[in-house]
DNA sequence: TTTCAATACGTCAATATGACACAATGATTT
DNA sequence: AAATCATTGTGTCATATTGACGTATTGAAA
């Protein structure tokens, strides 16, 4: 039978059953409005942003501890997630005012003793399907939500040197990732996929050669269907030829050269 | 005043200076005789190969841990190194025989109990220029040696897959970092720096396509000199121009596609 | 001196790329 | 209902890059 520990039992008295020294945060993107989305957790009474974030249990992976912990953040299964760098300096949660912060939550100060001690956290990045997420904020937070890129302010710890990892790790990985497929919904325009590649990559990319080099992959399905509702053109939809599109990356695109 | 606690101090009964769970494996490549070679202990009274690996001190970061290991197997300093994964199954190192093996060894039963915990491992990779290594056994094995990757048998716990997951990352961030820089010796040959190439990449690639293209990349030193005492024309050496290498490497390159 | 096999340099057709033109569309405005 | 508009779909063309291969050169060995 399988034990669930989530960390609002442990913190209200269960015995330890995370891993000491362990931690993991994750950087969760998604996709709206032409633009790079992040999720995060504003701290109870704190003007600071953070990383959805967790810890391990004695009998799971960091994979299992990561989904756990964004299954909780967003209500979503089967989340597409990879880990990417692990944070090691021993100075970077050894922050003078976090556990002031802590107790000011009313956190009893047995428990402050595990945020007290070092830790060694891995980062993740997920990739999701922006409309499908409910945020829900965690036991220390009151708030989850989208922010874009621009419009986060400084975050807690090294969570601003974590998420700037996992952009150049996801900027450096797109073509060999299925980004595109886990951001995007099922069905997209090509100006959407084509404004998705621009975001990552933070460039132009000329609207006729993207086309033109996407659809020589051979990994989009062309649909029979448009996109009604917008002003002007109406653009085709498109899905992506999961076989070819997973073939394709192993090879590794080219796409936004 | 840094104090530096080695594995054999720590097993000889000083008090533990690592962290819990936490420890490193090192995939250290090197390239002799036109082959990927990688650095292997085999341990004391044991048919079994590991790589080498250790343990994090309670100041230091993954990244120093890794480069005190390092140090100590090859004698080299500056050692370049990357990490590229963390293996978190929870059943990677409870080997049923292993703790017989270590017993068999003579480590005393308080210390058995170390190596008797789960173990989170970060895996790095490392290249190394193979004529300056001087391979050190630890405390726990009987040599350290230079192994290609084909005559490698069974290695211990999941250190096969550690070296999978190496290579499979070597080659994909072939183009984006200093491998050639980094493996080769200063000075080295086109046909040198192309088999190195094919070896990583694991396919042949056509000789004079090879040249024009990394030529074009201007990231090579052509020197006034040749390697005579090889049999047949003796060819042009080549070294790196840094700072173009590294310019290019930011944009990343193409070769070998 | 000849032979040899590998290196250096070059050619060329096929393909891919970057830059741009123009017609078609569907909602909005007149 | 017609004109307008910004965007989308398709196509062109000069240039650059690629892949495949040919030939001359070199330095050691025969």
């Not at 989305?37 to 990383?51: E, F, H, Y």
């Not at 003078?96 to 003793?113: I, N, S, V, W, Y």
């Not at 609207?207 to 051979?218: A, D, E, I, P, T």
């Amino acid at each position: 039978m399988e034990r669930k520990v989530d960390l609002r039992q442990w913190l209200s008295g269960a015995d330890n059953e995370f891993l000491p020294h362990i931690s993991l945060d994750c950087v969760v993107f998604g996709f709206h409005d032409g633009a790079l989305k992040i999720l995060l957790l504003k701290m109870q009474n704190l003007d600071q942003l953070a990383l959805p974030g967790g810890f391990m249990m004695r009998e799971e992976t960091l994979e299992e501890a990561a989904i756990r912990t964004l299954e909780e953040r967003t209500g979503l299964e089967n989340i597409f997630l990879q880990q990417f760098h692990v944070f090691s300096d021993p100075a970077r949660n050894d922050s003078a005012t976090r556990l002031e912060d802590l107790k000011k939550l009313g956190m009893h100060p047995a428990k402050l003793e595990w945020f007290a001690q070092r830790f060694i956290s891995v980062g993740f990045y997920a990739l999701v399907e922006f409309s499908r997420v409910r945020p829900k904020p965690d036991v220390l937070s009151e708030s989850c939500d989208w922010y874009s890129l621009e419009e986060r302010g400084k975050l807690v710890l090294d969570h601003d040197q974590i998420l700037d990892t996992a952009l150049a790790t996801l900027r450096m990985q797109l073509n060999h990732q299925p980004v595109g497929y886990n951001l995007l919904p099922r069905k997209f325009t090509m100006p959407e996929l084509q404004k998705l590649y621009e975001t990552i990559l933070d460039k132009k990319l000329d609207r006729r050669n993207f086309q033109r080099k996407m659809l020589s992959y051979g990994i989009l399905n062309v649909l029979d269907e448009k996109r009604t509702g917008g002003a002007y053109k109406a653009p085709y939809l498109y899905s992506f030829h999961l076989r070819n599109y997973q073939k394709a990356l192993r090879q590794g695109l080219e796409a936004g050269a």
